[in-house]
């Protein structure tokens, strides 16, 4: 454990080396301030790096990273971070990243008592039972766990359009898209699951705020 460790640390070292001999002000830049013009919420798990896998630059992705990517309205932690991407950091584009094979939508398929985690995965499960008719009808267990994921991201943006904070920003005409996406482990390639949301015409009138 101590030489995984100590590696971390010379790696980091090496990282600082090569990004100086590009650009040896590199990190001088850094310093003085981000204006990302993304924010991306992905699941915690550690094989989705969000800037790795689409190339993105330190200063370039304020990210939030949870267990299978949740928007979920009492959370403390996601609307702070949503409500400084979106108010001060003024960002363009919020994505929802999923990705096939996720361990807290595979849990949410099944009654296993897990532990803490279990009151968590229960807003997943919520989102089976707004689909349950679609995804009972999917015979194959593989097919119906990948369409889960799709449909768990697809509910999250449409979460992340009824926040008051995002609606705020929609209502002093801020350029702002939110989009979802899931990420496939087995090739490395993003799936752009075709709904991006850039007002609140499309939730029901219930759900759009009078700001």
């Known amino acids: 454990m101590e030489k995984y460790y100590n590696k971390m640390l010379e790696n980091n070292k090496k990282w600082v080396t090569s990004k100086l001999e590009k650009d040896p002000d590199y990190f001088l830049k850094l310093s003085k301030g981000q204006q990302p013009p993304v924010l991306w919420i992905g699941c915690s798990d550690s094989r989705v790096p969000a800037n790795e896998i689409i190339g993105a630059e330190p200063g370039e992705v304020f990210v939030h990273r949870n267990i299978a990517n949740m928007v979920v309205h009492s959370d403390m932690n996601l609307l702070s971070v949503l409500d400084y991407a979106v108010n001060v950091l003024k960002v363009k584009h919020i994505i929802v990243c999923g990705h096939y094979g996720c361990g807290g939508v595979q849990a949410a398929m099944t009654n296993k008592h897990i532990g803490l985690i279990d009151n968590w995965i229960r807003h997943i499960k919520d989102v089976y039972r707004f689909h349950s008719s679609e995804l ?13 994921v799709e449909l768990n991201v697809v509910e999250q943006v449409l979460d992340l359009a009824k926040t008051s904070i995002v609606q705020g920003a929609w209502g002093k ?6 989009h979802g996406w899931v990420y496939d482990v087995a090739d490395g390639l993003i799936k752009d699951l075709g709904i991006s949301i850039k007002n609140d015409d499309s939730l029901a009138d219930v759900y759009q705020l009078d700001l």
């Open 136 to 148: 009972n009808s999917i015979v194959d267990e593989a097919e119906r766990f990948n369409r889960f």
């Open 173 to 178: 005409n801020q350029d702002l898209h939110v």
